[in-house]
């Protein structure tokens, strides 16, 4: 796949990879900005399972 899309991008190997990096920055941009705000109320990371209450038993 990645060699699919290194062929497919315009100019050398310098132009190549300032078009890679722009495009994996523009990538991480679109997933914090819209992605994972999106899917965090999906997760369960607010769901607690330890009981804060009584004493520890062994």
Do not use: C, K
């Not at 523009?26 to 607690?48: G, M, R, S, T």
Request: proline content about 7%.
């Amino acid at each position: 796949m990645y060699g699919w899309i290194w062929r497919h991008l315009p100019g050398n190997a310098g132009v190549r990879a300032a078009i890679s990096l722009v495009l994996v920055l523009a990538i991480v941009f679109v997933l914090f900005q819209y992605v994972f705000p999106w899917a965090e109320p999906l997760l369960p990371f607010n769901d607690v399972t330890v009981d804060t209450g009584g004493a520890a038993t062994r």
